[in-house]
């Protein structure tokens, strides 16, 4: 079973704001030297024309799809002129939300339609918090492992059916774990003035520098209320006990009229405000931790491919950018995330129940704001736990997985990165969030002042990377390709926009039957 570990794949999306050299969020259209952001591999945008997406194909060896993600990277900042990407995964220095360009995918009808979706999340939750990065890191085990461990497990043949089933016992115990993320990798324990709403935001934040506003303990305020959640969606009950319950869940979420949502219903100046007034415009919309995934077809939707081919892959999203990294990830977190999806994968992994969910949600949302508070307690099967004590138990369960890893690949990376993290539960002053804080509070810098210095430094030291994964003359090729890819899509579109949209849901809609 050990040796079948040699066949993990791991790939990355990393967003990242394109900013001026003051740190004003560009105004700039995508560039196009850059290629199509509706049919680029590699790069793209996501809610705005200014949030840049960079995405590595699979890759077994972890530095691999880093020396990918480090070339897309310099490849950018080679086509950007004078902007630079932000580092963090708060924003900064945004005067108001008519600021955020919503991304332009052209004028096909899956270029609209990708536009229109933004549109709704700008009118639902606003542009704000669609201007938050993060870092996604998706994973998955070879069919050898899962024949492996099914064989030893006494279940039989590793079937597709069993694959996914293994898989949501994985996603379920990484929401019971999900807490140690933000703890170890958190890095937005601040924000700035303009990116809070009101007033009454700063009630419990303390200040520092001319605008920028923190809690004591706080390890990633990107994964709190005052980030990148959606309140709106906790009464969903989007259950991750079964394939067939996760699809069906979803699927209800997108077909329930949103009684708020249906102020934005129909045309406004003739121009459409959302795809429809559900409570979800399509599935992308539910925001989650993690995801289970399998590679969509032109048109096919996630639960249409989820339903016809089982799991494939699942996307970790509960990463801030790490600031201290140029690409927003370094290697040691490849390897201890390894070591920490597979204990999800191997540990015993009970069906959550409603309150065993809210548990998790409710253990995720302390750490997220006071993830550093000496005598921090979270909730483990109803009972009351210090978060040292678990983390340390969880700690001693890693690190013969991480030494079983150092064998198969003939290295002793897995172990090593898992004792840098161990260090973290130790010392809380060496998570990320901490030595961001000190920063501030020491320099009496602005997190934006801050941020702005990195994205100067970091820009100069990619302008001086060499391209060791791609070619430039290859990024340049795919750039050149994609455009002439939408430009094909483009005038193969022989439908109007409406009829297109009526079309798309009436047949999602037939799937969801």
Known sequence: MAKSLKGILHGIEREALRIEADGSLAQTPHPQALGSALCHEHITTDFSEALMEFITQPHEDPRQALAQLRDIHKFVYENIGEERLWPLSMPCYIDCEDSIPIADFGSSNVGKMKSLYRTGLKNRYGSMMQAIAGVHFNFSLPKSFWQAWSVASGEGEATQDKVSEAYFALIRNYRRF?????????ASPALCGSFLKNA?????????????????YATSLRMSDLGYTNKAQSDLNICYNQLDKYISSLRKAIQTPSTDFARYAGKKDGEYQQ?????????????????????????????????????????????????FCEVGICLNQFYFLDVLMIYCAICPSDDLSPQ??????????????????????????????????????????????????????????????????HEKLLNPDLTPSARMLDHLINSGQDNGEYA????????????QHQYSFHSEAELQQMAGDSLVQQAEDEAADNQNFDEFLQGYFAYNAKSCA
């Not at 979800?280 to 081919?309: G, H």
């Not at 702005?452 to 302008?463: C, D, F, G, I, S």
């Open 178 to 186: 999900c807490w140690l993320i933000p703890y170890l990798y958190g």
């Open 452 to 463: 702005l210095e990195m994205a100067v430094q970091y820009k100069k030291r990619l302008a």
């Open 275 to 323: 795809l429809n007034a559900n409570v979800l415009q399509i599935e992308n919309e539910l925001y989650s931790p993690i995801r289970p995934k399998q590679p969509t077809r032109k048109l096919e939707k996630p639960t249409d491919a989820l339903a016809s081919r089982g799991v494939s892959y699942i996307e970790v999203r509960a990463l801030d950018v790490n600031p």
């Open 356 to 421: 065993a969910f809210a548990e998790t949600d409710a253990n995720l949302t302390a750490v997220v704001k006071e993830g550093r508070k000496p005598g921090l307690e979270l909730s483990r099967n109803g009972e009351k736990v210090s978060m040292q004590d678990w983390g340390l138990q969880l700690f001693e369960d890693l690190m013969p997985i991480a030494a079983i890893l150092d064998k198969v690949h003939d290295t002793d990376v897995y172990s090593k990165a898992v004792s840098a993290e």
């Open 200 to 216: 009454n935001a700063t009630t419990d934040m303390k200040k520092l520098g001319n605008g920028t506003y923190y809690l004591p």
